[in-house]
């Protein structure tokens, strides 16, 4: 008896070491990533600073192609999105996992990396995610802060999309664009089917 006990518990624990290490490499969905975020009742002094002195309405006005052109209004509707903090190491978008959101810059820097390596960099006026959330697909690269924190703006698929269904203009922009995105992909793809496609860079634009 005291030896089947002998052979099982390594088995046991074989198998749960397995399981677990599985469970830890699955890519994390967006809604799983925010409970690393600094939400306004955690906010320093200095970080009430600096949401003050930043201009949302202003970099999504400069830096969001979808929005170009929108009547002012649906875009101080779109920068009544989540405001937050988040600190270095901090994980927005992971690789290989659901993306629901986009997220503008108001100060710090990000990186984008693919496979671990990194293809890209992210400032104050820029935003990211925005091909993954609309096309309801998996993110291809990993977006992470890199500066000791930075001050973001979170635009959630519901809330991206309720707002632009008032715009026909702008939705109209944005099929077009998405269109030509994949037809940009599927040329690099036939080039060179070596090469990462577009559609797996990062989506980011300057404000």
Same mark, same amino acid.
């Given at each position: 008896r005291s030896g089947l006990g002998r052979t099982q518990w390594p088995r046991f624990s074989s198998w749960r070491g397995n399981h677990m290490a599985s469970c830890e490499q699955k890519p994390r969905p967006t809604d799983e990533l925010e409970f690393a975020f600094l939400h306004e009742d955690s906010w320093t002094p200095e970080m009430w600073r600096i949401s003050g002195a930043v201009d949302f309405y202003r970099i999504l006005e400069e830096g969001c192609?979808? @929005?170009e052109g929108a009547a002012p209004q649906a875009i101080t509707q779109l920068?009544?999105?989540?405001k937050m903090f988040a600190t270095k190491g901090t994980v927005l978008i992971e690789q290989g996992a659901e993306n629901s959101a986009v997220y503008a810059v108001g100060q710090g820097l990000l990186s984008v990396k693919?496979?671990?390596? *990194? @293809? #890209?960099? /992210? #400032?104050? #006026? *820029? /935003?990211v995610g925005v091909y993954a959330m609309l096309k309801k697909t998996n993110a291809s690269a990993t977006v992470t802060v890199e500066s000791d924190y930075a001050y973001l703006l979170q635009l959630r698929h519901g809330h991206f999309m309720a707002i632009l269904d008032d715009n026909p203009d702008v939705m109209a922009r944005m099929e077009? /664009?998405?269109h030509q995105r994949e037809m940009q992909n599927k040329a690099a793809q036939m080039v060179n089917p070596t090469n990462m496609p577009t559609s797996s860079q990062p989506t980011y634009v300057k404000g």
């Amino acid at each position: 008896r005291s030896g089947l006990g002998r052979t099982q518990w390594p088995r046991f624990s074989s198998w749960r070491g397995n399981h677990m290490a599985s469970c830890e490499q699955k890519p994390r969905p967006t809604d799983e990533l925010e409970f690393a975020f600094l939400h306004e009742d955690s906010w320093t002094p200095e970080m009430w600073r600096i949401s003050g002195a930043v201009d949302f309405y202003r970099i999504l006005e400069e830096g969001c192609f979808l @929005v170009e052109g929108a009547a002012p209004q649906a875009i101080t509707q779109l920068t009544a999105g989540l405001k937050m903090f988040a600190t270095k190491g901090t994980v927005l978008i992971e690789q290989g996992a659901e993306n629901s959101a986009v997220y503008a810059v108001g100060q710090g820097l990000l990186s984008v990396k693919v496979n671990g390596v *990194q @293809v #890209g960099a /992210i #400032g104050p #006026g *820029q /935003i990211v995610g925005v091909y993954a959330m609309l096309k309801k697909t998996n993110a291809s690269a990993t977006v992470t802060v890199e500066s000791d924190y930075a001050y973001l703006l979170q635009l959630r698929h519901g809330h991206f999309m309720a707002i632009l269904d008032d715009n026909p203009d702008v939705m109209a922009r944005m099929e077009m /664009i998405l269109h030509q995105r994949e037809m940009q992909n599927k040329a690099a793809q036939m080039v060179n089917p070596t090469n990462m496609p577009t559609s797996s860079q990062p989506t980011y634009v300057k404000g």
